[in-house]
């Protein structure tokens, strides 16, 4: 059965870096698209960035204007996990981030396999 | 980017009363429709994709419908576990994904 359990988080200060990891079970990260969502307190929820599948050509990564340029999203394929590396973070970055599997259905696009989510606060 | 909007963003209703929630998105967008629903302290959960499809393992008494930009998702009678916040959401085919603002939904 497919399985997200993410690791990483924590407190650190305005402008630092800070990785997050999720670990997959009971399917190959290669073989699907990879998101990462959040939720600052008392917030909805937000999409943050999503790695592809590998494909032909690489796998191709988008993100959300909020973080494009200070976070990168990346796949261990050895290891079965995705990554979230957070650099030059800001207080607006708190939040509750979570992984989560894409699941392909012709031209739609859901989340169909959650982690269990890991709080980043950043404060001085 | 897609706009979406979500009304109403909180209702109260009793048990067994049925609850609709529209979805309202911006032309440039998918035309896909996705709903999640979101308990505190759990990772959300998927409940319709592709507008009207029910998740496998996911009550009857859950539906969505709607085409264009304009969609609706029901409960036809609300149990206690109910109790959530609902996002709709979507992506451009620029692949830009976008949740709406939610629905907060209590017991009265």
Known sequence: QAHLVQSGGGVVQPGRSLRLSCAASGFSLRTAAMHWVRQAPGKGLEWVAVMSALLHDGSYKYYADSVKGRFTVSRDDSKNTLDLQMNSLRAEDTALYYCARDRKVGDNDAFDIWGQGTMVTVSS | D???????????????????????????????????????????????????????????????????????????????????????????????????????????
């Open chain 2, 2 to 108: 897609i706009q979406m909007t979500q009304s109403p963003s909180s209702l109260s209703a009793s048990v067994g009363e049925r609850v609709t929630i529209t979805c309202q998105a911006s032309p440039d967008s998918s035309h896909y429709l996705n709903w999640y629903q979101h308990k505190p302290g759990k990772a959300p959960k998927l409940l319709i994709y592709d507008v009207s499809n029910l998740e496998s393992g996911v009550p009857s008494r859950f539906s969505g419908s709607g085409s264009g930009t304009d969609f609706t998702f029901t409960i036809s009678s609300l149990q206690p576990e109910d109790v959530a916040t609902y996002y709709c959401q979507q992506h451009d085919y620029l692949l830009r994904f976008t949740f709406g603002p939610g629905t907060k939904v209590d017991l009265k």
